[in-house]
């Protein structure tokens, strides 16, 4: 953490946690065992991210796609849910992190939805960080629905076709209120995106690594910032504009 430059620290960071199941299957335990101890990962990073000034946090909690897995794990992924937000509240209350959610919430079982809405009540005030879990989200779903948003609007004459803009996109996506992450994080050493925030992540840096989700842990978080600072971010520009920019 003293190695971080406190002036470069990502506004935003996503994170893709992967690799429960095979945390799990390397101790000789079921998928589930992954997933209980993925939470003590959640709860390191949540607290890791606030410590830095991380302003925004989004973590790819289950997928649209999740929700082909076997039955039984589905379910223990949702009583883990409701379990984890149940008992978690009121330290990240006490810490100031203000909880909310994107994704397809409706489709969440009615218990899940609940506590969850619960806690994205209590939070609400909080001025610290923002967790945001996405939930039964992916970003083609996303992007279809904020596409029929702006059709809408352009059915009923209230929207030019030539008058659409990124902003007009940006703004009918779950994620309209937050600024787009930095960067992004995937454990496990997979090299994919996985239908995950698309069009926000235009110019995220990515950072891999090989670490299963639950031995992902604060000096690993630490590790991705250092290398997202080492990184120059161009957005397109050449190297020379950047350092002239910095003068
Ligand atoms: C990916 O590992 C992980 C998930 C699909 C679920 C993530 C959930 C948690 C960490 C626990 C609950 C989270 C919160 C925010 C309370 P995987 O199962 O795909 O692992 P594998 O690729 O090794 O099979």
Known sequence: MNLLNKDKIPQHIAIIM???GRWAKQQGEDRIFGHHEGVNSVREIVEAAGEVGVKYLTLYAFSTENWNRPKEEVDALMELLVATISMET???????VKLEAIGDLKSLPVGC???LQESINTTKDNKGLTLILALSYSSKWEIINGVKEIAE???SGKLKPNDITEETISSHLCTAKYPDPELMIRTSGEHRISN???W????AEFY???TLWPDFRKKEFYDAINAYQSRE???GKTSEQISEKAK
Not at 90 to 96: I, R
């Open 208 to 210: 891999f690594t090989d």
């Open 200 to 203: 926000q992540l235009a110019y």
């Open 233 to 235: 971010r161009r957005f």
């Open 113 to 115: 939805f609940n506590e």
């Open 196 to 198: 995950f925030l698309l």
């Open 153 to 155: 609007q352009v059915a």
């Open 90 to 96: 009121p330290q990240l209350h006490k810490n100031g």
């Open 18 to 20: 992967d690799g429960n």
